[in-house]
C-alpha cells in the first residue's frame, strides 16, 4: 500500500505509522495475517501483495531445481539457494523478500550458523524475482510515468550483481538477467533475455542452465 508519507490506507480511512515503514519492517512490527502475505518497503513505501499461486511457485521451484542439479553434476559448484528471504536494503532504507537469493555456500553456512533474521547485499550473489498480476511494476525497470523506484533500481542501487526478472505478463513472457550495476543511477547497464520455451544460459560464475519449457503466463 502506497502512500507519499508513511501510511497505510483501509478503504478512505488513514492511520498514521508509529514509526517510518523501513524501521517496522526491519523490527517485523507489522502485523499481517499469517497466510502468505508479504509485506515489502519499495523505494520508502510499504507494499502488501497476496501470497504467491501456484504457477508462480513452480517457477521458483524449475530454478531450484536446476540449481540443484548444477549441485550434483558439479564438484565444487559454489552456489546455494534460499526463497522467501528479507533482504534488508540498508544503505537505501528498502526491504524487500526476493521469490529467490542465491548466494554461495560459505556465505550459506555462515548466515544458518549465525541464524540471520535478515541478508544484506553483499550477501547475495543473485536475487529472483517472478512478476504476479498485482505488483508486476515494483519488480521491473520503471516506466517513464512512475515516480517513484521500483525493485530494479533498488537492486542497483546497492550493487546486487544480477537480476533474474521472470516476467509472467501475456505480452511479455520472458526471462531478463540484468547485471552491471550503477549505484549512481540505480540502474543495470546490461541485460540479456530468453521467451519462455528457451533455455536461459545463466553465465558465469554461475554456469548452469534453466529449462522453461513450462512456464505459463498469468491468465488474462
Given at each position: 500500500m502506497r502512500g507519499e508519507s508513511p501510511k497505510v490506507s483501509t478503504v478512505a480511512h488513514f492511520h498514521a505509522l508509529p514509526d517510518t515503514p523501513y524501521n517496522l519492517w526491519l523490527r517485523d512490527e507489522l502485523a499481517l495475517p499469517?497466510?502468505?502475505?508479504?509485506?515489502?518497503?519499495?523505494?520508502?513505501?510499504?507494499?502488501?501483495?497476496?501470497?504467491?499461486?501456484?504457477?508462480?511457485?513452480?517457477?521458483?521451484?524449475d530454478v531450484q531445481r536446476a540449481l540443484f542439479a548444477a549441485e550434483t553434476a558439479t564438484p565444487g559448484f559454489r552456489w546455494r539457494c534460499v526463497h522467501t528471504m528479507d533482504l534488508n536494503l540498508s544503505d537505501?532504507?528498502?526491504?524487500?523478500?526476493?521469490?529467490?537469493?542465491?548466494?554461495?555456500?560459505?556465505?550459506?553456512?555462515?548466515?544458518?550458523?549465525?541464524h540471520v533474521r535478515h541478508l544484506l547485499p553483499d550477501q547475495v550473489g543473485m536475487v529472483m524475482e517472478v512478476t504476479s498480476r498485482s505488483n508486476a511494476a515494483d519488480d521491473r525497470q520503471p516506466t517513464l510515468r512512475r515516480s517513484t523506484g521500483t525493485k530494479w533500481n533498488?537492486?542497483?542501487?546497492?550493487?546486487?550483481?544480477?537480476?533474474?526478472?521472470?516476467?509472467?505478463?501475456?505480452?511479455?513472457?520472458?526471462?531478463?538477467?540484468?547485471?552491471?550495476?550503477?549505484?549512481?543511477?540505480?540502474?543495470?547497464?546490461?541485460?540479456e533475455s530468453w521467451k519462455f520455451g528457451e533455455t536461459i544460459h545463466l553465465p558465469e560464475p554461475f554456469g548452469f542452465e534453466i529449462g522453461t519449457d513450462e512456464w505459463r503466463v498469468w491468465d488474462g
Open positions: 499469517n497466510d502468505g502475505t508479504r509485506v515489502e518497503v519499495v523505494a520508502g513505501d510499504m507494499v502488501v501483495s497476496p501470497g504467491p499461486t501456484y504457477d508462480h511457485n513452480l517457477i521458483v521451484q537505501i532504507h528498502d526491504g524487500y523478500i526476493p521469490d529467490l537469493i542465491i548466494l554461495d555456500v560459505d556465505t550459506s553456512t555462515k548466515a544458518r550458523d549465525t533498488g537492486y542497483a542501487q546497492v550493487e546486487v550483481a544480477y537480476y533474474l526478472l521472470v516476467d509472467r505478463a501475456p505480452r511479455s513472457a520472458q526471462a531478463v538477467l540484468y547485471s552491471d550495476p550503477d549505484p549512481a543511477s540505480g540502474s543495470y547497464l546490461h541485460f
